[in-house]
């Protein structure tokens, strides 16, 4: 009963702004969208096998929103047979199933993996009774990690929401931005910045975050040039536009974000969210997701570049859940070609692959559930 009080006043909360917030699980495919063509590949390197220690320093942690296998396979083709995920040779599958629903919704699946708990489709960083759970990157902070949040999305997002924030719901933005401000993250790069700086209650929370010693900035090419201290970038006004809009918004936050972190001597916890995987697939577009997949792809070169030099660094990629259902139903390797069909513009139940590279990576591999994801990087980064 008092989950369902809960959710009803959070829902009755809502303002315009959510319809704005979710305006993507109501976009449509144009034909145009259906068969991605392929462009010219970009080249993949792959790196050494070889680490400098039997467990992490530090975590970086990819979440490709919706990504199931044949969004990786899409990817894979639409490269021309390679990506920098086959660098990441230890390989399970995660079961994503919510505490209230055998399909889980970004939500619940977030949560599941910062916190270690199965909880309700809509929950953010709390159990089914709305407790509060810390997340992993709350206990890394508490150890003295530095730890870091980046997104493609909104920052206030379902899935970095529930790293940083306790809300029953998940479209509770305004509330949720005001949790990043009770917490020390060293960096968070996203959009959202509508629920820091346009608020129903009229605080500022970019200048409070300032007042706390972040530098505030909005424009990705200042963010890129800084090399440390503590960084709030809010690079749009709720979400990043599309790959023609936001360019290589999501490699150039994630080097910036490894760039800051890196300064902190007992290591450090980094996740970083390839969002709108899952918005081509709620929009049934081929083109939507292979764009996407291909730039989270180049966001994970990033990530391994620093782990190879590094040796010290477990990279872990999975998703939250598969969404649309994505049959690959024609492509070409030789020219990038991909055509699907969607089952469905919402998401599904399968298991998504989970792939690791790094020290640690060994405790990746097989069928598990997505909280045993959380419980295996806790222990092998906090040694709990």
Request: include cysteine; charged fraction near 20%; proline fraction near 3%.
């Amino acid at each position: 009963m008092l989950q369902k009080l809960f959710l009803l006043f959070a829902f009755c909360a809502l303002t315009f702004g959510t319809f704005a917030q979710d305006a993507y699980l109501n976009a449509e495919s144009e034909d145009t969208d259906k068969v991605y063509q392929g462009k010219p590949p970009y080249e993949v390197k792959m790196y050494p096998q070889k680490f400098k220690a039997e467990k992490p320093k530090n975590i970086i942690f990819l979440i490709g929103d919706g990504m199931g296998v044949s969004q990786v396979f899409s990817g894979i083709t639409a490269n021309q047979g390679h990506l920098f995920l086959e660098n990441l040779r230890h390989i399970g599958f995660s079961k994503t199933q919510s505490a209230d629903n055998y399909i889980t919704d970004s939500a619940a699946g977030g949560t599941a993996l910062s916190c270690g708990v199965k909880t309700y489709n809509g929950a953010i960083g709390v159990n089914p009774d709305t407790v509060k759970v810390k997340s992993i990157l709350e206990e890394a902070e508490d150890k003295g990690l530095a730890t870091g949040l980046v997104s493609t999305s909104a920052i206030t997002h379902a899935t970095p929401a529930s790293f940083i924030a306790h809300q029953p719901s998940r479209n509770m933005y305004e509330a949720i931005a005001t949790d990043f401000l009770k917490t020390d993250i060293d960096v968070f790069i996203g959009g959202g910045n509508d629920h820091f700086t346009k608020r129903k209650d009229g605080r500022n929370l970019a200048k409070e975050l300032e007042d706390k010693g972040y530098t505030y900035e909005t424009d990705i090419t200042k963010i890129a040039q800084i090399k440390s201290g503590k960084l709030a970038g809010l690079t749009a006004g709720v979400h990043n536009g599309r790959m023609e809009e936001r360019g290589d918004m999501l490699p150039v936050a994630t080097t910036t974000a490894l760039n800051i972190l890196d300064n902190n001597d007992k290591g450090f916890f980094l996740m970083v969210e390839g969002s709108q995987i899952d918005w081509g697939g709620h929009a049934s577009s081929t083109v939507y997701i292979v764009e996407d997949m291909l730039d989270f792809d180049q966001t994970i070169g990033k990530a391994l570049e620093f782990a190879a030099k590094d040796g010290e660094t477990l990279v872990l990629v999975t998703a939250d859940h598969e969404t649309g259902g994505m049959a690959l139903t024609g492509g070409d390797m030789n020219t990038g070609m991909v055509k699907a069909d969607f089952p469905t513009t919402g998401h599904s139940a399968v298991m998504v692959p989970v792939f690791a590279y790094g020290p640690g990576a060994e405790e990746f591999i097989g069928i598990m559930e997505n909280t045993d994801i959380h419980d295996k990087m806790k222990k092998l980064l906090l040694g709990k």
